[in-house]
């Protein structure tokens, strides 16, 4: 008997894979041109670039005991701190005598797994939301979207300030707290609307009439058509989070023991902020760093808002 | 129009219904009731917490509570401040709503004025270089970290250029043998910002009728500048205005934080906004009928861009009021997010509470207000 | 001199995949007060050419040569100040999308005395005066000079928009599809009044339509645009009594003489071309039953063939097909 097999028909996941790369080849394209998306793309590279040294530095040059961003203290210097940038601490030392450009480098892992687990919280609830308020409409559409006024009235740092009061806020708890609150927010209404354009398409009704249940449609068809406005918002929230993260620890009103906000509260409860130029080392540092992340992220939001919006191309 | 607007009220109390349930349901999950910093201090009887206590109804069931909460947030009985015992919470906040509502009032006007021009002018220029920095500069105002933006602002100008010595609401070597409480000319201060605005926008709508435009545009160019010339006038001839003078001084700085902070979302909005309506084909008639570019730009994209720009303004304002808190810190002006932070570090949960509340009452007065105005400049809401 | 002398006009736009060649040598003639028909497919370039003639070309148009003499003057050519002058008051249009033209934040009253004010120096009072003739002129009811285009039906907008086309009196008048969107009854009530006001007003018309037998009953001259090309141009009576072009000929067989009565083109197999990579020689040839061997090498000349008719072909018919 001869095996029965497709000759000359390429697999279904290979046709696939070829239009995936296309589209992504054809997305990144756009992308580029946007230029201002490359821009952040690149700072958030340096970052990362940050992040993967942070390790390897300690590993090799830098002595735990003088470098370690929670515990290290510079005994050579004793006296002489916050002591300015030099050969042994480019970025200089804070109050208590830990290394500026360690701290800088460390915490740029927490400001990562902070702002990307609390937008993909925030994302994966927004689009799930979203969608099931564009299938269904009527009550629960008009909940949730009165639910995300709700939700957009309330100032986010002041929220979090009282409940703070209620729970000790570490990084993770932090970064589940606003994932779950900001998806609840403005986002569930312009997937929504998204989620609208796409359920009026001929194929979410033949899917209906096949009999697909709604669950399967939610996630076959209309999901998928979002996603990308989504990993747009993404982009937008892991702004967001990090900039709320950073302002609440500059009150010191986390439970977190190092990342840049707290550098600066550090240099403020110290009493170094009122002469500010003659220690900048204690703030342009870590502010620049919250900046400039803020700022990538956003950017590179702008960035994929080119390509998923075509109104905003330049042609 | 009416028809929308009460539509809109409706919509808005049935929110503030539902944020005050929140901020009580939030309050109520502290541990203890938000009485409990009376134990604490001595400065402060017990016999007054009971008192508290029952004039605030935390006695009965949650439910009763509720009910006495909703009364009271209503009468304006929210309790007595810890600390600044015994003042009362209405006490405090009536002397810093103003203050907040001023700071943003002008520096979100200042925004749009800044946002506005900028967004239509970089999405006219799109894909030139002037585009590319507009638009990163406007990102990097837009999300920077607040605190630092405080920092430098301060540093340029008390430092560097020497202009402004302290933060605060005004100084006090000025104010030695004031013939008027600060207060007071401050209330005046905002009173004549207000009226410049309600009469402007009266002039605004009285010329409407004046048919041909260079007529209307002359007529309300010189109404505005007589207005604004009488109330400069009305201040010099006071008595008051250097006391005046001495706040407005104070709160360059914060405004010109807030201002700098938001102006960028609304320019990239009205910069994104406007490149859709550039495609619309009311636009190539526009440019058809001969129309000089810049008309077609102002008169045609810009005022119908203007209004997906002013619906998606209220999105961004927790983002602003979360600002302004860091802003009025900064600059210790004592407006409500100052006095907020203060209350929550020093646990004073009636105030903030009460903080919290017209937080939302003056976020949701602004939303009324940007619906009323959307509901007046687009014609298709007639209802 | 003729109104407007448009001579071997190319404009191709740039996109991702390449530049679509959407006019290509395109020459003809309107003389003054007359009536002339642009017919063609869809995608074939009609509104482009409306739209290099106003230079009102999207950004990733490019204008290749050719020229534009309006009046003797070639457009292609002046300053933008100058060429601002001529849009509406020399050449107006009414565009395509006669639904999205009106400014929905506007009154449409204030729309039309907006172009009006923009190029006579009359008040506003007698601009709405103005205005409230033209109305009459196209069959509005003057009480709705002061409504919102939202206010408007969709057939009163096209109205509207006809009006501020003849707003400031232009000498020419581009009217593309200018009844596309209205039922088969209106549309000929509306082209038959466009047509009275011209000739009142002794204008010159440049319709343009994919239907030819729309436009024929209204037009003088006929131009039959293929690909981006100007296959054929004449009299309207003599292209339809003895249209040369082989593409001419199927659109004549795929509609006969009785109006309204449309079927598919007939005897034509294939595609419309791509204009990304239109094809060589003749853009006809792939689909031409007449196709010799020089067509698929060498593009035809645009020759005339008889007084006033002429014909972008190697192999041009002659008599009724
Ligand atoms: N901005 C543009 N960028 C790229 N290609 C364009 C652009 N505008 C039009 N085209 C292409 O140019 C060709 C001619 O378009 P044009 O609008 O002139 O056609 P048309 O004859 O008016 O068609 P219709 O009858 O459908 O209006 C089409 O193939 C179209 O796809
Ligand atoms: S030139 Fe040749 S291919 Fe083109 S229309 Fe004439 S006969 Fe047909
Ligand atoms: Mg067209």
């Known amino acids: 008997m001869i095996p029965r097999r497709n000759v000359g028909i390429e697999p279904l996941w290979k046709i696939r894979a070829r239009l995936w790369a296309r589209s992504l080849r054809k997305n990144w394209g756009l992308f580029w041109e946007s230029r201002i998306g490359p821009l952040g793309l690149a700072i958030i590279l340096f970052f990362v670039l940050l992040m993967v040294a942070h390790p390897i530095l300690m590993a090799t040059v830098w002595d735990p005991r003088v470098y370690d961003p929670v515990v290290g203290f510079d005994r050579a210097m004793v006296g002489r701190h916050p002591a300015p940038p030099s050969w042994a601490h480019p970025l200089g030392t804070d109050p208590i005598g830990r290394d500026i450009l360690s701290q800088l480098m460390w915490s740029t892992r927490s400001e990562f797994a902070l702002g990307v687990t609390s937008a ?24 949730f979207m009165r639910l995300a006024d709700l939700v957009m009235l309330f100032p986010f740092i002041a929220l979090l300030m009282v409940l703070r009061s209620i729970v000790t806020l570490d990084l993770w708890r932090l970064a589940l707290v606003m994932g779950v609150l900001s998806g609840f927010g403005g986002i569930t209404i312009i997937l929504k609307a998204q989620a609208l354009t796409v359920k009026v398409k001929p194929y979410i009704e033949a899917a209906k009439v096949a009999g697909g249940s709604a669950f399967h449609i939610i996630r076959r068809h209309i999901v998928p058509n979002i996603m990308p406005l989504s990993f747009l918002y993404m982009m937008f929230n892991v702004t967001g989070a990090v900039f709320t993260e950073a302002v609440l620890s500059y009150f010191g009103l986390l439970d977190i023991r190092m990342s840049w906000g707290i550098m600066i509260h550090t240099a403020e409860s110290a009493g170094y902020l009122g002469a500010f130029g003659q220690y900048w080392w204690l703030w342009a540092p870590p502010g620049a760093a919250i900046t400039l992340l803020c700022f990538a992220f956003y950017l590179v939001g702008r960035g994929l808002d080119t390509v998923v919006n075509p109104r905003l191309r330049k042609r | 129009m009416l028809r929308y607007i009460g539509w809109r009220l409706a919509q808005i109390s049935v929110t503030f219904f539902l944020f005050l349930t929140v901020v009580f349901l939030l309050f109520q999950a502290m541990p203890g009731d938000y009485t409990k910093q009376f134990i604490m201090n001595p400065r402060i009887p017990p016999e007054a917490r009971r008192a508290l206590q029952e004039r605030l109804g935390l006695t009965g069931s949650v439910w009763d509570q509720y009910l006495h909460y909703v009364r009271n947030v209503f009468t304006g009985n929210l309790g007595i401040s810890f600390q600044y015992y015994p003042r009362e919470v209405w006490d405090v906040i009536k002397e810093r709503l103003p203050r907040t509502a001023v700071l943003f009032l002008v520096a979100d006007l200042l925004a749009f004025g800044v ?42 100008f008390s430092n560097v250029l020497g202009w402004f ?13 004031p013939p008027v ?24 709508f009285l010329t409407k009728r004046i048919g041909h435009p260079r007529p209307r545009n002359w007529a309300r160019r010189s109404l505005i500048l007589l207005l604004l010339a009488c109330a400069a006038l009305g201040w010099y001839r006071s008595g008051i205005g250097t006391y005046a003078w001495d706040i407005v001084w104070h709160m360059f700085l914060p405004v010109l934080a807030v201002t700098l902070i938001s102006f960028g979302g609304t320019m990239l909005l009205m910069r994104d906004s406007m490149l859709e309506v550039i495609r619309e084909d009311y636009i190539t008639t526009a440019k058809a009928k001969g129309l000089p570019d810049k008309v077609v730009r102002d008169k045609h994209a810009a005022r119908t861009a203007l209004l997906p720009t002013i619906t998606n303004f209220t999105i961004g304002l927790g983002f602003i009021v979360s600002g302004g808190i860091v802003t009025e810190t900064m600059f210790s002006w004592k407006g409500m997010g100052l006095t907020y932070l203060e209350a929550v570090l020093q646990q004073d949960f009636p105030l903030a509470m009460g903080c919290l509340i017209f937080t939302g009452i003056l976020v949701l007065l602004l939303h009324l207000v940007v619906d009323v105005l959307y509901a007046f400049l687009d014609p298709r809401i007639s209802y | 001199m003729p109104l407007l002398d448009v001579r071997n006009l190319t404009m191709h736009y740039v996109t991702k995949m390449g530049d679509v060649h959407a006019v290509d040598d395109v020459s003809f003639m309107i003389e003054a007060g007359e009536a002339i028909g642009l017919v063609g497919e869809s995608g074939c370039g009609k509104t482009s050419i409306a739209l290099t003639l106003l230079r009102l070309l999207p950004d990733n148009a490019r204008f290749l040569g050719g020229q534009v003499l309006f009046e003797g003057k070639d457009l292609t050519h002046i300053p933008e100040e100058e060429m601002r002058k001529i849009r509406w008051r020399g050449i107006s249009m009414i565009f395509q999308a006669a639904m999205n033209s009106l400014n929905p934040v506007y009154r ?8 009006i004010q923009n190029h006579l120096p009359i008040s506003y009072r007698e601009a709405k005066r103005r205005v409230s003739e033209l109305f009459e002129l196209v069959g509005l009811p003057p009480e709705v000079i002061d409504r919102y285009p939202h206010e ?18 232009p000498k020419l008048v581009i009217a593309d599809e200018p009844t596309t969107a209205l039922d088969v009854i209106v549309q000929d009530h509306i082209l038959r009044r466009i047509d009275e006001v011209r000739k009142k007003l002794n204008m010159a018309m440049m319709y343009i339509s994919h239907d030819i037998a729309v436009i024929a009953e209204v037009s003088q001259r006929l131009g039959v645009m293929y690909a981006g090309c100007l296959v054929e141009f004449g009299d309207t009576v003599t292209i339809f009594k003895r249209p040369a072009h082989p593409y001419t000929v199927a659109l004549m067989s795929a509609f006969p003489s009785i109006k309204g009565e449309k079927r598919k083109l007939q005897g034509l197999p294939g595609e ?19 196709a010799t061997a020089i067509c698929a090498q060498r593009a035809p000349r645009y020759e005339e063939i008889e007084p006033g008719h002429l014909v972008a072909c190697w192999n041009p018919r002659s008599g009724r097909a």
């Open chain 3, 272 to 290: 419309p071309p791509d204009l990304l990579q239109p094809p060589l020689g003749c853009r006809f040839h792939p689909r031409c039953a007449y």
């Open chain 3, 108 to 115: 449409v009253g204030d729309q039309i005395i907006e172009a």
């Open chain 2, 165 to 177: 010595r302290s933060g605060g609401f005004l100084t006090p070597s000025v104010w030695l043998r």
């Open chain 3, 152 to 169: 408007y039906s969709g057939g009163m907008k096209q109205r509207a928009v006809i009006a501020m086309a003849l707003a400031c009196d």
């Open chain 2, 181 to 204: 409480d600060p207060q007071v000319v401050f209330l005046l201060l905002a009173a004549t910002i207000g009226g410049i605005l309600a009469l402007g926008g009266g002039i605004f």
């Open chain 1, 120 to 143: 993909l919280i925030t994302v994966v609830i927004g689009t799930f939301i979203g969608a099931v308020c564009a299938y269904f409409g009527g009550v629960v559409d008009t909940f």
């Open chain 2, 115 to 156: 946002g506005y021009p900028l967004g239509k002018y970089i999405a006219w220029k799109r894909g030139k270089l002037s585009d590319y920095a507009v638009t990163v500069t406007g990102v990097l105002f837009y999300t920077i970290f607040t605190p630092l933006l405080a920092l430098i602002l301060l540093f340029v």
